[in-house]
């Protein structure tokens, strides 16, 4: 299935394409915003970056079909790497930044990625092929207290520690391999009560493993202050995240570049002499509405946070 951008006109709205030249997109993907942007702005240039080299050759014959290759350029990547890549791509300052976490419709789709469990398809779920770590080796590799580690923090899975012996037990027969192997063993592990909702307890567990697989927070937690540092100001950056993990960090770094004084509350006077840095756009996540949650159910976890440069 092809990708369907997200919260797209509320994209637009906070990044406002049509007051810069210099945009980037951390998570470029199928292209949904980097061909709007381009086509509202067109003086615009727009800087996409990707871990997934797949994705973004078939983004990139696009942009070519539509005669946008000149305005555009793409970056095979990580976006914790943005201020250096923007850097050597002549990006710095940029006007508007945008991430869009997590992994888009086409590579759900695609079985060969194992990051479904729909589909059948190998224990992988990595987005940057190149790298070592899979879904397979955390499954079959990891000792009990990391896999119960992982589950718990990353899925909020109450049951973590019961899956995580199933998993134990049945890698110790034979190695688990692919994705629907996983499901059975989940499916092992639950109680009888709750076994008929296999697939919630799934979707945590596999969400979990992948973000362990890409190691995602991290790579939030390091991407979010160089994003800020390459914005010009009154630059804007947009963050679109899909679990409470994420957009909790997201929170409090928009919180705390927006913070002036931060001297003890029982201090006469300031004496730290901190100004904001920004002005936070979005004082509650923005979300998306029940239409277009009818149309693209994908939307529905959607959480948008938009922050403008002093
Ligand atoms: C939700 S999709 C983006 C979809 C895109 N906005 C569109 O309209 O098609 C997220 C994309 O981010 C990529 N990605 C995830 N983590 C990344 C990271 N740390 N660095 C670079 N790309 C990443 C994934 O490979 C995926 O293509």
Do not use: W
Request: with cysteine.
């Amino acid at each position: 299935m092809h990708h369907v951008p997200v919260l797209l006109d509320e994209v637009v709205k906070y990044l406002k394409p049509e007051t810069g030249d210099r945009f980037i997109d951390g998570t470029a993907g199928d292209g949904g915003y980097i061909k709007e942007i381009l086509r509202i702005n067109p003086s615009a240039k727009i800087l996409g970056i990707d871990l997934d080299q797949v994705s973004l050759d078939k983004l990139s014959m696009q942009l070519a079909q539509g005669n946008l290759s000149q305005r555009s350029e793409l970056v095979q990547a990580n976006f914790r790497d943005i201020k250096r890549i923007a850097q050597e791509k002549s990006f710095v300052p940029a006007a508007g930044v945008l991430l869009d976490l997590g992994f888009s419709s086409s590579q759900l789709d695609d079985p060969g990625r194992g990051l479904s469990f729909q589909t059948n398809g190998p224990l992988d779920m990595r987005f940057d092929p190149h790298q070592k770590l899979t879904a397979r080796v955390v499954v079959n590799t990891y000792h009990k207290p990391d896999l119960v580690r992982i589950f718990k923090d990353y899925g909020e899975e109450r049951l973590a520690a019961k899956i995580a012996e199933e998993i134990i037990i049945c890698r110790k027969k034979q190695e688990i391999t692919d994705t629907r192997e996983l499901l059975a063993v989940i499916e092992l592990a639950l109680p009888k009560p709750v076994k008929y909702k296999v697939a919630d307890y799934a979707r945590r567990i596999f969400q979990a493993i992948r973000i362990e697989v890409n190691d995602e927070l991290n790579s939030l937690k390091i991407a979010l202050p160089n994003i800020f540092e390459i914005l010009e100001p009154g630059g804007r950056m947009v963050i679109i995240s899909f679990h409470s993990l994420e957009d909790r960090i997201v929170k409090e770094f928009f919180v705390n570049m927006a913070r002036g004084c931060i001297c003890p509350p029982d201090f006469p006077q300031c004496v730290c002499g901190k100004n904001p840095q920004a002005k936070i756009l979005t004082r509650k996540p923005v979300t998306a509405t029940v239409g277009e949650i009818e149309n693209n159910p994908r939307s529905k976890p959607a959480k948008l946070r938009a922050l403008k440069k002093a």
